[in-house]
Every structure is written in C-alpha cells, then in structure tokens.
C-alpha cells in the first residue's frame, strides 16, 4: 500500500517537473519574442529619426501608426504572459502544498507500519525470538541516537 502511494507520489512529482520544464520553455519562447519586438521597435525608431533628419517625410506617419501598433501589442502580450506567470506560480506553489502533504502522508503510513509489523512481531505466539531481540535493539540504538543529539 505504501509502495503505490510511494509510486503515484514520484509520478506527481514527475508530472511537475515535466509541466515546470514545459512552463520554462514557454517563458523563454516569450522572452524571445519581446525581444524580437523590442529590436523591431528599435529599428523602426531609428528609421524614423533617421527620415525626420532627412527631407523625406513621406511614410512618418505610417511609420508612427505601426510604431503605436507594435507598443500596443507588446503591452498586451507582456500582460498575458505576467498573467499566465503568476497563474502557473500559484499551481506550482499548490504542487508543492500537496506534494508536502504527501510526503508527510508516506512518512505517517511508513512509521505505522514499521509499529504494526513489530507489534505483530511481538504478538505472534510463533515468531521468532532473536528477530525480536534484533527489532528491539535497533529501537534502543535509535533511542539513543536521538538523546544524544539532544544532549549536543
């Protein structure tokens, strides 16, 4: 039983590492573009300094409308994809509440069987007493263990 909570809790973790790794790629699939933009941007302005320096006025003001058009739409997609990071911040942060939770869950279960297994150790009329003996010793050493590191 603990194996498979053990099993479906590394493939959750799994799934976040992929869905991270994919969130990742993403982002930087968006840097890139802002700066393809940006450079876009930049070539534009230049272009149209360089034409305000010139005689030739003729496509300023088109110049001008895309210039507008491209800030727009830089705008809009820098806000989405703050958006889609702060949304896929927030499920990690969740992933990470459950998957807390979960190992806590494994931790309680493994603790319970190990007393559950001793105890039926310890009941059975059949069992073995030098495995017993083992069990119990190894109990006291980790016994010990913990008072001297409360002793440091």
Known sequence: MV?????????????????????QSENEALSVRVENLETHILELKNK????????????????????????????LEKERAENKVRE?????????????????????LTE?????????????????NHELKIKINELIRDIDRCIDLLND
């Open 112 to 128: 319970q069987n190990k007393l559950i297994k001793l105890a039926k150790e310890m009941s059975s009329e059949k069992g073995d």
């Open 3 to 23: 194996n498979s909570r053990l099993s479906i809790v590394k493939s959750k973790i799994s799934d976040l590492v992929s869905r991270f790794r994919q969130v």
């Open 88 to 108: 896929l911040e927030e499920m990690l942060m969740l992933k990470d509440n459950t998957l807390q939770v979960q190992k806590n869950t494994i931790n309680e």
């Open 48 to 75: 149209i300094e360089s034409n305000i320096g010139s005689e030739d006025f003729s496509g300023e003001q088109e110049l001008l409308a895309k210039k507008d058009t491209i800030i727009e739409n830089l705008e």
